[in-house]
């Protein structure tokens, strides 16, 4: 498993890398955008990574999921809040 998640997070950072070296303004600002998006607010970090993971799992973003449970584990989320987050993907998702 640690293989499989390192392996996606390098593939991931050389793929942004390579997409930021393009130098197209807008995908820069959307990338800014993501960045600032998941910064601590008036939501702490957990919880919009939380929402992001949630989002992800309802939009069935295979990849966007592996990143925020990643996260979300980063941010010291629970299996208890998981298993919150995951019922309420279920419940929206359908």
Same mark, same amino acid.
Request: net charge negative; glycine share 8%; aromatic share 10%.
């Given at each position: 498993?640690?293989? =499989?998640? &390192?392996?996606?997070?390098?593939?991931?950072?050389?793929?942004?890398?390579?997409? !930021?070296? /393009?130098?197209? %303004?807008?995908?820069?600002?959307?990338?800014?955008?993501?960045?600032? =998006?998941? &910064?601590?607010?008036?939501?702490?970090?957990?919880?919009?990574?939380?929402?992001? !993971?949630? /989002?992800?799992? %309802?939009?069935?973003?295979?990849?966007?999921?592996?990143?925020?449970?990643?996260?979300?584990?980063?941010?010291?989320?629970?299996?208890?809040?998981?298993?919150?987050?995951?019922?309420?993907?279920? %419940?929206?998702?359908?």
């Amino acid at each position: 498993m640690t293989d =499989t998640l &390192e392996s996606f997070r390098h593939f991931r950072e050389k793929m942004n890398a390579a997409i !930021l070296e /393009a130098g197209n %303004v807008n995908i820069n600002r959307f990338f800014a955008l993501d960045s600032r =998006t998941y &910064e601590a607010g008036a939501l702490p970090v957990k919880t919009k990574e939380l929402l992001g !993971l949630v /989002a992800s799992m %309802v939009l069935r973003c295979d990849d966007c999921i592996t990143y925020h449970v990643v996260r979300c584990r980063e941010e010291g989320v629970s299996d208890a809040e998981f298993y919150d987050a995951f019922g309420v993907a279920l %419940v929206v998702g359908g």
